[in-house]
T-cell receptor, first 116, second 117 residues
């Protein structure tokens, strides 16, 4: 299957700083990628849909100025958590769909963000 | 709106015994259904999908799932559980909201499977 690489896998940052998470489709082109947040022992919550070359579509309740998404190429989307606070600590996961026709989505390894 | 229900937070089964992880769904049209597995601190791995055709779908690692339209269910099964199957399992349905290139999944809350040696 297609491979989605997410980096970093773990990051610890201080309150008030910004953190960038990268999501790359390694062997396919993805015009659309998705960013999820997962709280402990809970399901995935869709944060936003990242569209190559255009603005991301954010789900209700997600602050677009806090969670900046850039999808500058067909293989890379980034999520930047700005002015991070401890409550932003979570597991963030990206996914992408192979545009050649596969109907399942492929997921990155996830990023464990801890804000101290 | 689409939704997925996984009624069991946790399933425990002895190694070698058959396992079932339950999933029911609600969609406005025809469902695209998926099962994913998640190991600790990892992303989701695709197991299998139902799009159309045969109601019994076979996937990775010996897992299979049966689509039942009348019961709106898509239960995950395996004839003989392994300790290494212990993980968190998510059922998902494709969100049919429109949008160029969009492909949004709605996930169940997940079921923790524990296989006891």
């Amino acid at each position: 299957g297609a491979v989605v690489s997410q980096h970093p896998s773990r990051v610890i940052c201080k309150s008030g700083t910004s953190v960038k998470i990268e999501c790359r489709s390694l062997d396919f082109q993805a015009t659309t990628m998705f960013w999820y947040r997962q709280f402990p022992k809970q399901s995935l919550m869709l944060m936003a849909t990242s569209n190559e070359g255009s603005k991301a579509t954010y789900e209700q309740g997600v602050e677009k100025d806090k969670f900046l998404i850039n999808h500058a190429s067909l293989t890379l989307s980034t999520l930047t958590v700005t002015s991070a606070h401890p409550e932003d600590s979570s597991f963030y996961i990206c996914s992408a769909r192979d545009q050649t026709g596969n109907t399942e989505a492929f997921f990155g390894q996830g990023t464990r963000l801890t804000v101290v | 709106a689409q939704s997925v229900a996984q009624p069991e937070d946790q399933v425990k089964v002895a190694e070698g015994n058959p396992l079932t992880v339950k999933c029911t769904y609600s969609v406005s049209g025809n469902p695209y259904l998926f099962w994913y597995v998640q190991y600790p601190n990892r992303g989701l791995q695709f197991l299998l999908k139902y799009i159309t055709g045969d109601n019994l779908v076979k996937g990775s690692y010996g897992f299979e799932a049966e689509f039942n339209k009348s019961q709106t269910s898509f239960h995950l099964k395996k004839p003989s559980a392994l300790v290494s199957d212990s993980a968190l399992y998510f059922c998902a349905v494709r969100d049919l909201r429109s949008g160029a290139g969009s492909y949004q999944l709605t996930f169940g809350k997940g079921t923790k499977l524990s296989v006891i040696p």
